[in-house]
């Protein structure tokens, strides 16, 4: 049996979090309205405010009550509220994206499919700790077919930005 390994395809979401100020602007922006709990829970105090977002198919009430700290997420099927620590724990900046959709990696601008397709054959190669036990079973192998040989060091970054 012979598996290959894949790399989850990068998706974007348009996402911004809720604050006292920005609660108005973001209710417009999600189709939402500002509204204030009233039955106290163990998520909300009685009278805090927050934005009730149209998630699609939401599973309970919390996933549509965006509160102060939370972010509200665009990611082409609908809207979705994440907590700080999720939305920490699942996402982070895309600020090379440009306003097409492209993105910019270094002096390349690629479209996200072919983003898709880098990051898919990056996800082929071997990760740090299949490197390492792969060195160690390969290490005695080396050892003899280098003996003879040293390989000279990289430059450094350091010596590189001069």
Same mark, same amino acid.
């Given at each position: 049996? =012979?598996?290959?390994? $894949?790399?989850? =395809?990068?998706?974007? *979401? !348009?996402?911004?979090?809720?604050?006292?100020?920005?609660?108005?602007?973001?209710?417009?922006?999600?189709?939402?309205?500002?509204?204030?709990?009233?039955?106290?829970?163990? +998520?909300?105090?009685?009278?805090?405010?927050?934005?009730?977002?149209?998630?699609?198919? &939401?599973? %309970?009430?919390?996933?549509?009550?965006?509160?102060v700290g939370d972010w509200v997420? $665009?990611?082409?099927?609908? $809207? =979705?509220? $994440?907590?700080?620590?999720?939305?920490?724990?699942?996402?982070? /900046?895309? /600020?090379?994206?440009?306003? +097409?959709?492209?993105?910019?990696?270094? +002096?390349e601008v690629m479209t996200q !499919?072919?983003? /898709?397709? =880098?990051?898919?054959? *990056?996800?082929?190669?071997?990760?740090?700790?299949?490197?390492?036990? %792969?060195k160690k079973s390969d290490s005695?192998? /080396?050892?003899?077919? %280098?003996?003879?040989?040293?390989? &000279?060091?990289?430059?450094?970054?350091?010596?590189?930005?001069?």
């Amino acid at each position: 049996m =012979k598996t290959q390994r $894949y790399a989850r =395809k990068a998706f974007f *979401v !348009d996402a911004i979090q809720v604050t006292e100020e920005n609660m108005e602007e973001i209710a417009a922006w999600c189709q939402g309205d500002v509204r204030v709990v009233e039955i106290a829970t163990p +998520d909300a105090e009685l009278g805090e405010k927050y934005v009730h977002v149209r998630v699609h198919r &939401p599973m %309970s009430e919390k996933q549509t009550m965006a509160f102060v700290g939370d972010w509200v997420l $665009y990611a082409g099927t609908g $809207y =979705k509220v $994440y907590t700080p620590r999720a939305f920490e724990n699942s996402f982070e /900046s895309s /600020s090379n994206q440009l306003a +097409d959709g492209s993105v910019a990696m270094g +002096d390349e601008v690629m479209t996200q !499919d072919q983003v /898709s397709k =880098k990051l898919s054959r *990056v996800g082929n190669v071997r990760s740090g700790a299949e490197m390492k036990t %792969s060195k160690k079973s390969d290490s005695k192998k /080396s050892q003899k077919k %280098s003996a003879s040989k040293e390989e &000279p060091a990289e430059p450094s970054e350091e010596s590189n930005a001069s």
